[in-house]
């Protein structure tokens, strides 16, 4: 991994000071008196700053990476700076042990991916049946006996380096008969004859994620489910992320929200500079777990919420349950209220799948506006038309069907659209715009922005619309270009915010 960048603002050079691991390079500087010239991944205050100071270490800082010590005094532009960073105290007696032991924690490069059914093996033993639905869940019925033994297991071997940790979460169904446990086997890097750690997790510790934190050298991990009783277990998938020990998933001060039934959705909140407007991004479709667009949006300067899920294969387009759909919306509003702003000080944007998340839970924000890229929103459409316009194209689109609605006929095609038109039609939009840029000739929802147009009926309501030619996943940089501009404009002529904000 690259090593983590660290800052220390202060009069000692902490470099004589402390011990420092290989894994940590460390900048030293006593007075700010220009730019930083890049953002750091920890930050350290051992000193007071005036306010210039204050300002142009707000530009290199990320949240939830900073740190105080003793040796600084809160000022009043300390307090902002410390408020807007989600900035913590450090007592003089703890940096030595979190340099070596925590600073690692916040490392630059996140990962999350998520083994799906397909890597899924079927232990020999099992005589049950079994049976594959898309790619959300393989179903085993049958007796899986009365002691623990193998029923699964991932072809995948996950690499595990030394002094490195990984967040497991199993997702899966059961039937209250059977009873499983997760085991984890870490072989030596380079071979399966030797046997380096062993895990095993029970069904109470699989209710949280369970940690592998590998004090030993490099290997790889072998994964498998054991399952005693009788009765139906479904697993739905095995997500392996990089894990920052408690600092946060994904990003420094990320943060799950989940369901009783195990629907995750993931959250990201910088203050920014606590000014209106706070921006909310709804990432897209994408197999790779995390957020996106975080350096695009931060470099906004305003209060910014990343949201991000991994259900499905790259998503669930933001639909789940109702106690799903509530945790999301007030997860939006929560910060609303940290920040005391109100709708009409709420962006909400999206790109392709983010777009329907941007647009749904706007019918319940109703925001200022809703700024949209390659939208889509009649989900039915885009799975309809995965046999004969697109075949092969969006396979995650007909488990989406199956998922909320438990078929892929006509029927649930139908029902699925009429989920967003109908709360759309709803919803007064009197006090919002939506700003859209679209695929004319989109391959997988082409009535996207016609039907903006034609359900539009609330008074005062703008629409602004930009139309590229080609399919979907044609032209992606004009239109994120485009979409970045729209954002910026909105920012500087309705917020009166300067348009060289960082």
Known sequence: MDKIQVLQVGHKNWKKVYTLPDSLEL????????????????????????????????????????????QAEMTDRMEWLYKSKKGRRIPEADIQGFLLHEARNYFSKPYGEKFKPYHVAIAQ????????????????????????????????????????????????????????????????????????????FSEEELEREVQIDNQSSDGILFVSVLAKGRGELRIIGLHNRYSRRGWGLFLPGGERYITSKREEVFCYFDPGDMKPPLNVYFSGYKTVEGFEAYHLIRSMGCPFLLIAEARLEGGCFYMGSEEYESMLCGAIMKYMKELGFTPDQVILSGISMGSFGAMYYGCDIRPYAVLLAKPLLSIGMVAAKEKLYRP?????????????????????????????????????????????????????????????????????????????????NDNSDGVIEWFSSRLKQILIEDFQRKADRS
């Open 27 to 70: 900048c030293h500087v006593s007075r700010l008196n220009k730019p930083l010239p890049k953002l750091y991944d920890l930050v350290f205050l051992d000193r007071t700053l005036n306010d210039r100071e204050a300002d142009l270490l707000h530009k290199a800082t990320k949240a939830y990476t900073l740190f105080v010590t003793d």
């Open 125 to 200: 033993g099992f005589h049950g049946s079994v049976k594959w639905e898309g790619s959300y869940c393989v179903r085993l019925n049958g007796d899986f006996g009365t002691e623990f033994n193998q029923a699964v297991y991932w072809r995948n071997n996950i690499p595990l380096f030394e002094g490195q940790c990984l967040d497991l979460w199993l997702e899966y169904q059961k039937d209250e008969q059977v009873s499983i446990a997760l085991s984890v086997i870490q072989f030596v890097n380079g071979g399966l004859a030797d046997v380096q750690q062993k895990w095993r």
């Open 392 to 472: 092969g194209g969006f396979s995650t689109s007909l488990d989406i069907l199956r998922y909320l609605y438990g078929s892929a006929d006509e029927e649930a095609v139908e029902r699925l659209n009429k989920r967003f038109w109908d709360k759309f039609d709803r919803t007064d939009w009197k006090e919002s715009q939506i700003i859209a840029s679209y695929m004319i000739e989109d391959d997988y929802d082409d009535s996207a922005y016609p039907g903006l147009l034609s359900h539009l009926h609330s008074d005062g309501v703008q629409l602004y619309g930009k139309g590229f030619h080609g399919r979907h």
